[in-house]
């Protein structure tokens, strides 16, 4: 739950990053 939280703020305080977009997926699935 807390990971969720965490990685909603930053989608939203970088909305414009796909780069961070694709790393953020990735660094998700491994974490998941």
Do not use: H, V
């Amino acid at each position: 739950m807390k990971i969720e939280l965490e990685f909603c703020p930053d989608l939203t305080i970088e909305p414009e990053s796909p780069l961070d977009d694709i790393r953020q997926s990735e660094s998700y699935k491994k974490l998941l």
